[in-house]
């Protein structure tokens, strides 16, 4: 990177458009119109880190059981790390589905998720403790010590279905006749 200052007046300069957490050797030199000086002893300087200014790459989001999803991804492009990374952020936006007695499945409530995992723990990680039969909505952000960067595009996964872990409710049984009885109940409570 070679640039040239007119500076007419002032002992300063800004020198802009760096990359953050980069190293960069300063020096100046003094120009007339015969020609440029002699430069100075060269001065080493580091740019501060910054947040990441893209989100992380090639995310997925594969199904591992009814109460797991495995979120796997990549780091983003290097040079728009801007820092040491430390840890990612993910969100994890939970929709329960609810099925009325014709089959007909309409959603519920919403709950959001966040959950933090640091760099060391790799690139893909089980997020668990989830519900069986719901959407989830998941997406990620990398993070440096100054901030967290963009978060990817959302993906939607439901995870399995599972056995229900309460049986009906109010059962009864009525006599209808010398041979037969009405079995009569109401389904199992919706799982929170």
């Not at 030199?29 to 893209?54: K, L």
């Not at 933090?116 to 893909?124: D, H, K, L």
């Not at 399995?160 to 006749?177: F, G, I, L, R």
């Amino acid at each position: 990177l070679n640039r040239t200052y007119n500076v007419s007046e002032g002992r300063s300069q800004l020198i802009d458009m760096l990359h953050p957490d980069y190293t960069y050797t300063i020096s100046i030199a003094a120009a007339t119109g015969p020609g440029i000086g002699n430069f100075s002893d060269a001065i080493t300087v580091r740019t501060d880190m910054d947040a990441p200014t893209e989100p992380p790459q090639n995310v997925d989001v594969t199904v591992n059981s009814s109460r797991g999803v495995i979120l796997s991804w990549e780091r983003p492009p290097l040079e728009e790390e801007n820092g040491l990374l430390i840890r990612y952020h993910v969100i994890v936006v939970e929709t329960q589905i609810h099925y009325l007695d014709n089959g007909t499945e309409f959603t519920g409530v919403q709950r959001y998720l966040n959950r933090t995992y640091n760099v060391s723990e790799g690139r893909a990680q089980l997020i668990d403790m989830l519900h069986p039969d719901y959407n989830y909505t998941i997406s990620i952000a990398a993070a440096t010590g100054p901030g967290i960067g963009p978060y990817s595009e959302a993906i939607t996964v439901r995870t399995d279905m599972d056995a229900p872990t309460e049986p009906p409710q109010n059962v009864d049984v009525t006599v209808n006749s010398s041979r037969g009885v009405i079995l009569s109940w109401e389904r199992p409570p919706l799982e929170e």
